[in-house]
């Protein structure tokens, strides 16, 4: 045991299921060199760099993808199946999609480029290695990768207090949620004697014990604090308004996903039979999420902290699936389905969302709800566009968002039971309610007269331009044929057995 | 089941032809506006030609089979199927919403409401039309709940942007109501769908199927459905969204509202609540029966109260609806015909009635009922139509009206078997009280607004003026329809019988 413990065996290394890793960590590398050596007239080559290298790195998860085997890596550790693959093709879009909504805003509002693209493209890695971390360790450090960047960024304005105070919140929460759920990870070593989660599943299985509920409660506490369900949500609104716009649509977006890919790996592959611990515990963490969400958002005037409200709301919903997955293998399965195309379609149309306020706060400087009034009369695109965001968050067909809520509630009704059906109703009140605020800014730009009477048309920048392009058909294409994002949720299993 | 597949590319293109007249003119400037309504009219006939193919196409012996049937892959991981078909009851309904979305926008050549901007208002428009077809055809469950949801945003922002006074509040009530329903209604289709052994969402499917679930299960999957499509329809008591979003709804808009949403849900009963879950709909027909009455009354009482011309024609939906409902809820080919008889009619007249208040209101700049007087002396051809409609609607012999309402009277007499005779026989008597106090309230409106000199106020008024071209195009082929109907119903019975005795085949029908 001893002797085992002590020799090192060099593991072997699957290069082509690492690519999109390595690509990413060489480019920002070369991103990080080539910020040093030009001059700050041509600081937007870097962001271009930066973009391209994210773009470089679905080629080697597409040919990864059209292989199709399964890779596991480092005795289980790290694998790479269809489940990681799908994820870390939507990071690394998602990543892109919020470098363009960056390009602008970081050139005008003379902050640091080249160093704000490297930290987001770092952390777009985390999140790549999150999706392929089957190992408390790897998912603790992937975890950090991600989150570190993210509490620079999000103090990036640092002439403004607010963002100061965004990024300082969030630091502390975060380091706070890191602690305890390092505290639950080392309870789970104890118990099991390997980082491994497939080990930690084989140990749990063998008996129930105190301990291990206290440490499962931790760990998915941890992570609560990272998806911002309700009530560790509390840091979310202020950071969210506090950073630069682009960083809080990457962090509602992108970090948020995240943490559920943390969650669910945990769920399936390490807690199995721990069901009667976390089940009940996602059923409150989602009712209270969807409901204090959308009642907080509904008394928001300002944008980007009702977006903020939003998504704590969009995140409740998708932790329902995570409530029945252990009623049955087809509850486990329709629950993956759910939860993964949730956070494609969620990424599509809230990144979005946030290219339109982007765009409309350039001309207005106001991050007011009321700011929007007649939108449609002096910019009728960009009204039509953050009407399709906007209803298809609230899961109105054909837009995008429905499929994932329908998703969703079919995972709910798969599983049956009371505690499901009364999860589903809830859910069904929420969407109404949702609804009500989605619609009021829909009123100020169709309804309300323009203020100031400043009608001057609308600018668009082209970086902004191209990623409203992406996310609008994006979200019409979703809604119309659901299959394209459906297939790709329609995961059998999470591969875990090395 | 056995289907006809001619002409499969039919239904497809009459559905999302619209969508082509969008496209176009989503690139047109905004301050082309005749351009648009050209473009939005070529479609709109575009698409009623294509509707008048299917109507020439269409296999009248074989009415009860699906015709024009299509059944490609959709969404697999749900056994979610595009299945799309026309039998004898989504015929009438399908080629109504092409008429009335025509109509509606020859109307809307020089009666633009305010705020202006024709592009988005037809756009809109062409949209709603997508949604309102797409319903009637859709054999899928997930597919028909698309549809039906596709209407939603177009009426919202109809109402909301060229509405009356209070037409933010009007729109937002009307969406919220909605969409409560339909979130019901899906958690209800979904579990059909479990309860049936999770292998397909198609309609037949579900009803070959759904009789087999455990009585009490159905009961409260129909609740679900009930519900989705109450609202819709709407039926006391879930109707307080529609006089509001009826009173504040631009001229077109109230018209299509009347005239083809509200066929929505009743529609949604006929084609799928009932025939899927039989047992439960023999054990809720008494209660959908007493809503239907108490709406009729309801709605007729109402009435009686308003001081609105608007305000007026959407109560009488209220009523009108009661009556479509109730023979509904007879659960007889007999009632069933009458119910849809009715939706046509209703969407018929109705329309009509919403047209000339717009009329009315364009000219007058008011609709209080005490405020106009002498229509026939100012607008004579316009106050005609009024009068011909107001008699329709309170269902004279020989007008349309009169076939949706008089038989859904007399199904109630001899209810399906298994259902309580007395009570529905009571319900009979009741709705036919309902028909008294129609007479009543549309009379009374036509004796106040019609007879009589004009007002002080309107009398030297030179810009009331009688019909225009406009409205001779958009008011002719229903004035047409109300009669030719009136006078030869069985041009639709025929056509509907034999689906209707499809769809009660579980009662015995």
């Given at each position: ?12 290394i ?66 790479v ?40 493209g770092?952390s ?49 929460l ?22 491994l989660?497939?080990d ?10 105190p ?5 499962i ?30 960083v ?53 005037t ?46 599509a ?10 765009i ?21 695109g960009l009204?039509?566009c ?32 009371g ?21 009021g ?12 009477g400043?009608?001057t ?30 297939r ?11 | ?12 293109v ?6 082509v ?19 939005a009219?070529?479609?709109a ?34 056994d979610?199927?595009?299945?799309m ?13 092409m008429?009335v ?57 109809m ?23 339909s ?5 209800a ?34 609740a679900?459905?009930f519900?989705?499509?109450a ?7 879930f ?8 009173t504040?709804a ?7 509202l ?37 709406g ?24 009108h ?11 007889t ?13 209703h ?9 000339i ?41 020989g ?9 859904a ?10 259902l309580?005779?007395?009570?529905f ?20 409106l ?11 106020e ?52």
């Open positions: 045991m001893h002797a085992a413990l002590l020799a090192f065996e060099q593991p072997t699957d290069y082509h299921a690492l690519a999109p890793e390595i690509v990413l960590a060489a480019g920002l590398v070369v991103v990080l060199l080539v910020d040093l050596f030009v001059d700050e007239t041509r600081k937007w080559l870097v962001g271009t760099l930066t973009g391209l290298v994210l773009l470089g790195s679905l080629v080697p998860i597409a040919t990864l993808a059209l292989e199709g085997d399964t890779r596991v890596m480092f005795g289980g550790g790290y694998v199946d269809d489940f990681s693959l799908v994820l870390k093709a939507l990071f690394v879009i998602a990543g892109y999609v919020v470098v363009l909504l960056s390009t602008t805003y970081i050139e005008e509002g003379d902050y640091y480029e080249g160093e704000y693209f490297f930290l987001l770092t777009v890695l985390g999140m790549v290695m999150m999706a392929s971390s089957r190992d408390l360790v790897s998912i603790f450090i992937a975890l950090e990768f991600l989150s570190i960047p993210s509490y620079l960024l999000a103090a990036w304005r640092k002439r403004d207090v607010k963002s100061n105070e965004a990024g300082v919140k969030y630091l502390l975060g380091v706070f949620s890191s602690a305890l759920m390092l505290y639950g990870m080392s309870l789970l070593y104890g118990v099991a004697g390997s980082t989660l497939v930690i599943a084989a140990a749990l299985r063998e008996g129930a014990d301990i291990v509920a206290v440490a409660l931790f760990v998915v506490v941890g992570f609560a604090f990272k998806v911002s369900a309700v009530p560790f949500h509390t840091w979310a609104p202020d950071t969210y308004e506090g950073a630069p716009t682009p809080t649509a990457f962090l509602s977006v992108a970090s948020k996903a995240a943490g559920f890919v943390a969650l669910i790996t945990l769920v399936f592959v390490a807690f199995p039979d721990q069901k009667e611990v976390w089940q009940p515990l996602f059923w409150v963490l989602s009712a209270l999420t969807m409901t204090v969400g959308n009642l907080l958002a509904l008394r928001q300002n944008i980007v902290r009702m977006l903020a409200y939003s998504s704590i709301a969009q995140g409740g919903f998708i932790l329902m699936p995570l409530a029945v997955v252990g009623e049955s293998p087809e509850a486990a399965r329709d629950a993956l389905t759910a939860v993964v195309t949730y956070l494609i379609v969620y990424a149309m809230n990144l979005g969302a946030f290219a339109v306020v982007l409309v706060a350039r001309k207005t400087r106001s991050g007011e709800i009321a700011s929007f009034g007649g939108l449609l009369q002096y910019a009728p009204a039509v953050m009407t399709i965001f906007l209803f298809s968050l609230a899961g109105i067909p054909p837009l995008g968002g429905w499929i994932a809520k329908f998703a969703v509630f079919k995972s709910l009704l798969a599983a049956g039971g505690w499901a059906v009364g999860l589903a109703v809830i859910g069904g009140l929420n969407s109404v309610i949702a609804l009500y605020y989605y619609a800014v829909a009123r100020q730009m169709w309804m309300e007269p323009v203020p100031d400043d009608d048309p609308i600018r668009v920048p082209a970086p902004l331009g191209a990623a409203l392009v992406l996310t609008v058909t994006a979200t019409l294409v979703i809604g119309v044929l659901p299959n394209i994002v459906l790709f949720g329609d995961l059998t299993e999470l591969v875990a057995l090395p | 089941m056995e289907h006809l597949t001619q002409d499969q590319w039919a239904l497809s009459g559905v999302f032809l619209p969508l007249g969008v496209a176009v003119m989503m690139f047109i400037p905004r301050t082309e506006e005749q351009l648009h309504k050209l473009v009219l070529v479609t006939a575009a698409t009623l030609a294509v509707g008048i193919y299917t109507l020439v196409q269409f296999d009248y012996d074989q009415a009860e089979k699906l015709q024009f049937y299509v059944n490609e892959r959709w969404i697999d991981v749900i979610s199927r595009y299945i078909g026309l039998d004898g009851m989504s015929l009438p309904l399908y080629i109504l919403s008429v979305t025509l109509l509606v926008i020859v109307y809307s050549w020089d009666h633009i409401p305010s705020p202006g901007n024709p592009k988005a208002f037809l756009i809109l428009m062409l949209v709603l039309q997508v949604g309102m077809a797409g319903t009637f055809v859709a054999q899928d469950l997930i597919l028909f709940f698309v549809f039906f949801e596709v209407v939603l945003l177009p009426m919202y922002f109402i909301g942007v060229w509405g009356g006074e209070q037409r933010k509040y009007a729109s937002i009530k009307f969406f919220l109501y909605t969409l409560f329903g979130a019901l209604m899906l958690v289709f979904i579990a059909t769908y479990f309860q049936t052994g999770a292998e397909s969402f198609s309609i037949e499917f579900l009803i070959a199927n759904g009789s087999d679930i455990a009585r009490t299960t159905q009961l409260w999957i129909f679900g459905m519900i989705g499509f609202v819709k329809v709407p039926m006391f008591p109707h307080t969204w529609l006089p509001d979003a009826h504040q631009p001229t077109q808009g109230s018209v299509i009347a005239a083809i949403l509200l066929k929505l849900g009743t529609y949604g009963f006929i084609r799928i609540a009932i025939p899927v879950l039989p047992d439960a709909a023999e054990e809720w027909a008494p209660w959908i029966g007493l809503l239907a009455v108490i009729i009354i309801y709605g007729a009482l109402c009435c009686l109260a308003q001081t609105d011309m608007k305000r007026l024609i959407a109560f009488s939906s209220v009523a609806m009661g009556f479509v409902m109730l023979g509904i809820a007879t659960l080919p007999f009632g069933f015909n009458a119910a849809i008889f009715g939706m046509v009619a969407g018929l007249i109705t329309g009509m009635l919403f047209f208040a717009g009329s009315v209101k364009e000219r007058y700049h008011t609709l209080e009922i005490r405020r106009l007087s002498g229509l026939l002396k100012q607008t004579p051809r316009m106050a005609w139509l009024l009068g011909l409609c107001t008699m329709a609607s309170l269902g004279l012999p007008l349309a009206g009169f076939w949706g309402e008089f038989p009277i007399l199904s109630a007499y001899n209810p399906a078997a298994g309580p005779e007395e009570t026989r009571t319900f009979m008597v009741i709705a036919a009280i309902g028909t008294v106090l129609a007479a009543g309230y549309l009379l009374w036509y004796q106040r607004a019609a007879f009589g000199e004009p007002t002080e309107f009398v030297h008024d030179h810009h009331i003026h009688d019909m225009v071209l406009p409205e001779y195009l958009a008011w002719t082929p229903l004035v047409i329809g109300i009669i030719v109907l009136g006078v030869y119903p069985n041009l639709l019975f025929e056509v509907m019988d034999p689906a209707v005795n499809v769809a009660l085949s579980a009662f015995g029908g």
